[in-house]
């Protein structure tokens, strides 16, 4: 057998092991942090502001651990926040699966959104929209927008009832239910059945019609 060959290989596989291993310790260990901060934040509410040595001790790591995922606890809130919108995304695409009219499709997606202004979710979201403050120092002038996110899932609903222009009308409805969202979230109010219908009515309403130019 040369110097070479079998020998590298193996050297190449033992090195890719160890590395598979690490990489799911640090998964583990980041899952743990963003938990820990979610936890954290809910329960000081809009009080305080938690400190990286409140999270890591909630989240059993040490400050090593903290960092060697995170440059500042800045960075974890705006990894907190793309996280729940993906959650949210998950959710919500589930949801929508059930409905197989695209309008239905759309009043589910509106009913799924404010649902996070329900109790338990509108006290989470305004713990972690709060601590976003210092946010722009990581991902520019404001804190992720979780409308842009979720208008993807409206797009192929509003282009099978007609639309022009699917993305920008996804977009201009998304952000009309995420601004009534943040209106509940903030005021500590829940929408009614009423209100879902008006804005999911609201929405349709707004689709570009055929022969309209669509948005660049």
Request: charged share 25%.
């Amino acid at each position: 057998m040369t110097a070479g060959g079998r020998a590298g290989d193996v050297a190449t596989r033992i090195a890719q092991r160890s590395l598979a291993k690490r990489g799911a310790g640090y998964a583990d260990e980041v899952r743990r942090l963003l938990d820990a901060a979610l936890a954290v934040m809910k329960e000081r509410g809009t009080a305080s502001r938690p400190r990286v040595a409140d999270i890591v001790g909630a989240a059993g790591l040490s400050n090593d651990a903290f960092y060697r995922h995170f440059p500042s606890k800045d960075a974890l809130v705006a990894a907190l926040l793309e996280d729940g919108t993906e959650r949210l995304y998950t959710y919500v695409a589930h949801q929508m699966g059930k409905e197989p009219a695209p309008e239905a499709k759309v009043q589910r997606w509106v009913r799924c959104v404010l649902s996070q202004a329900h109790a338990e979710s509108a006290a989470t979201a305004r713990a972690v929209l709060w601590n976003a403050g210092a946010v722009s120092e990581v991902i520019g002038s404001a804190p992720p927008v979780p409308s842009d996110r979720l208008a993807e899932l409206l797009r192929e609903p509003l282009r099978e009832l007609g639309s022009a222009d699917p993305a920008f009308d996804a977009s201009l409805a998304a952000y009309t239910a995420f601004g009534k969202l943040g209106s509940y979230v903030w005021s500590e109010t829940q929408p009614t059945d009423h209100d879902i219908e008006r804005i999911t009515s609201f929405c349709l309403r707004a689709l570009t019609p055929r022969n309209a130019r669509p948005h660049p």
